[in-house]
Nanobody, 121 residues
Framework: VQLQASGGGSVQTGGSLRLSCLAS????????MGWFRQAPGKEREFVAA????????DYADSVKGRFTISRDNAKNTLYLQMNSLKPEDTAVYHC???????????????WGQGTLVTVSS
């Protein structure tokens, strides 16, 4: 399965973006899915996750109340609606199939190419 994120771009503080992640070459409808981000010089950071059915979501404290994760299994697509963006949200955002251990961990071979989000002040 290949995962391709899109929808990134440059916005000003307070702006919004909607990221999409399309799965091809197979289905991810039975997997929990998540978004991660990595800013330059920083470690990868968990952003949000959603169960396979979409019935449960989890968010990092830093994005709670501003970001919304959702999915459309019929379209094999994962979404991340990002509102009230801040400069500290600047990063490359990746989608992945995930499993929860102590924290959410991406599954091997289910890690997508990222899309860059830049938020200017």
């Amino acid at each position: 399965v290949q995962l391709q994120a899109s929808g990134g771009g440059s916005v000003q503080t307070g702006g919004s973006l909607r990221l999409s992640c399309l799965a091809s070459g197979g289905t991810v409808s039975s997997f929990a899915m998540g978004w991660f981000r990595q800013a330059p010089g920083k470690e990868r950071e968990f952003v949000a996750a959603i169960t396979w059915s979409g019935s449960h979501t989890d968010y990092a404290d830093s994005v709670k109340g501003r970001f919304t994760i959702s999915r459309d299994n019929a379209k094999n697509t994962l979404y991340l609606q990002m509102n009230s963006l801040k400069p500290e949200d600047t990063a490359v955002y990746h989608c992945a199939a995930v499993v929860r251990r102590v924290e959410y961990v991406p599954l091997p071979n289910y890690w997508g190419q990222g899309t860059l989000v830049t938020v200017s002040s």
